[in-house]
Each structure stands twice: as C-alpha cells, then as structure tokens.
C-alpha cells in the first residue's frame, strides 16, 4: 500500500491538490480520505459505521455480457495463456436453471482435428464477440442479380448513386458466407 502512495509527479509546498498516486488510478480515490473515515469507527456504533461506508463498497453489478442464438463466442481456456489460441464457437442454444435464468450455452465449434462438433459450456467461459447473426442473406436469385448489378454500377456516375458505394469483392464475400450458411 506504501508504493501505491507514492506520488507520481514533483509535488510543491504551495500544492493544495492531492498528489496523483498509482492508488488514485487503480481505485480512482484517495486511500488517505478512506482511512480518516475509518479512523471513527471506534467512536461511532456498528449501523452508523456501515451506513457511511456503505457506498465505497463496489457492488458485483449484473452480467452486462448478453449472449443469443447465433452468436459468435470465444470460448476462454484455462490451460492455453495466450487468448489468441483460444476457440470460437457458435451458440446453437441455451441452457436454462431451474429459475429462469441462462446459465451455459451449447456450440459448435471446430475439433482438434479439424471437425464440427457440439459442446456445452458455462457463460463463465464464453466471451462474445461484437458480431451477431446476419439474418438479411439473399436468395440465390437475389445474388446473381447483385453481382450483376455491381458489374453495371461500376459504369454508373458515382455522384447519381445515393447508395453508398461497395466493393464487388464484399458483395461476393458477403454472398459466399450467405450460401455457406444455408448449406452447412
């Protein structure tokens, strides 16, 4: 605790602010401010006490981490370090408690060697990606007609377009994940 209070710049006589210290960044007060209040314990009874600390208790708040169906997860793993080798899976479904609420999900994620296979893990292992499902794929049609349509586009003024402009390439790759999708 004595290193975190270390200020961490040159501090003057004249100074009337308190001194940055690594504990200001880690708990974002002054321990000093903390330990004057506790210094009153003593004097002041238990419910008293309680009631002023109370509100420099952080509160464990509710899982912000939402996961649905179709959801591209990473799945956390204990024995690999490096986050980067970690797996990602898709959820095919959720699993339930007996109240309610979700607890783990099942999906579907590559083997070891290479297959597609379905497990379960506990949310606690899951870390969800910023990317959902896309549920707006076109019909086969639909992409021939695109591809079509961006092949004349490039022939078109720029500026009499009000759509914004897409690359060919995304317009395939985004037709090719479609298709995939569909058949697997």
């Not at 880690?26 to 210094?39: E, L, T, V």
């Not at 797996?87 to 607890?103: A, D, E, P, S, Y």
């Not at 083997?111 to 086969?140: W, Y």
């Not at 720029?158 to 790759?173: D, I, L, N, Q, W």
Request: aromatic share 4%.
């Amino acid at each position: 605790m004595a290193i975190n209070n270390r200020p961490l710049a040159y501090v003057s006589d004249y100074d009337l602010d308190d001194a940055l210290t690594p504990h200001h960044l880690i708990h974002g007060r002054n321990a000093f401010k903390q330990a004057k209040a506790i210094d009153f314990v003593p004097t002041m009874d238990l419910e008293e006490c309680k009631n002023r600390l109370l509100h420099v208790r952080k509160t464990k708040g509710e899982n912000t981490r939402r996961i649905s169906m179709g959801d591209v997860v990473l799945i956390k793993d204990d024995e690999l370090s490096v986050h980067t080798q970690w797996r990602m899976g898709k959820v095919l479904g959720l699993v339930k408690g007996h109240n309610g609420q979700i607890r783990g999900a099942k999906l579907k994620v590559l083997s070891k060697k290479g297959k597609q296979t379905a497990v379960f893990r506990p949310l606690q292992r899951l870390i969800p990606f910023e990317i959902n499902e896309n549920h707006d794929c076109m019909s086969e049609q639909q992409l021939k007609e695109s591809n079509d349509s961006v092949d004349k586009d490039e022939n078109v003024n720029k500026e009499t377009s009000a759509k914004r402009p897409t690359r060919k390439a995304a317009v395939e790759g985004q037709n090719r994940r479609c298709i995939r999708e569909r058949y697997n």
